[in-house]
């Protein structure tokens, strides 16, 4: 069945290596890549690896798939496991850290369709 709602939305489809970030990240940008309001990393952290300390005008949630991690956002500390889900505020600091022997296999969704962030530690 048709809708004419539907007739001004885009199907599209990415690989994630056309979406390289940094070594160990995909970014999709929605509003650049698809007219919508959400950014999504994909993310390998090999053990020992994570993100420093960070901010965003907007909330991120963080879905675990594989490994064991430990968040910092504000001033809680918060271990995840594979198949949880943190989800951290607008302009709080947070980060991570791969704790465990294997790479994470994380998922983030941000509620912007543009990657908005500014690092706490100069040099990051």
Request: proline fraction near 6%; avoid cysteine.
């Amino acid at each position: 069945m048709s809708d004419s709602r539907d007739s001004h939305v885009a199907v599209v489809r990415y690989d994630l290596s056309e979406l390289v970030f940094s070594p160990t990240a995909a970014l999709f940008e929605g509003r650049a890549r698809a007219g919508i309001d959400i950014t999504v990393f994909v993310v390998r952290t090999p053990p020992g690896g994570g993100v420093d300390l960070h901010v965003h005008p907007y909330s991120e949630t963080f879905i675990l798939l594989e490994g064991h991690g430990r968040w910092t956002a504000g001033d809680r500390v918060e271990e995840l496991v594979a198949n949880q889900i943190l989800v951290v505020p607008p302009n709080t600091p947070h980060g991570f850290q791969n704790i465990g022997e294997k790479p994470l296999l994380l998922v983030t969704v941000q509620e912007s369709g543009a990657l908005d962030q500014a690092f706490l530690n100069a040099g990051s």
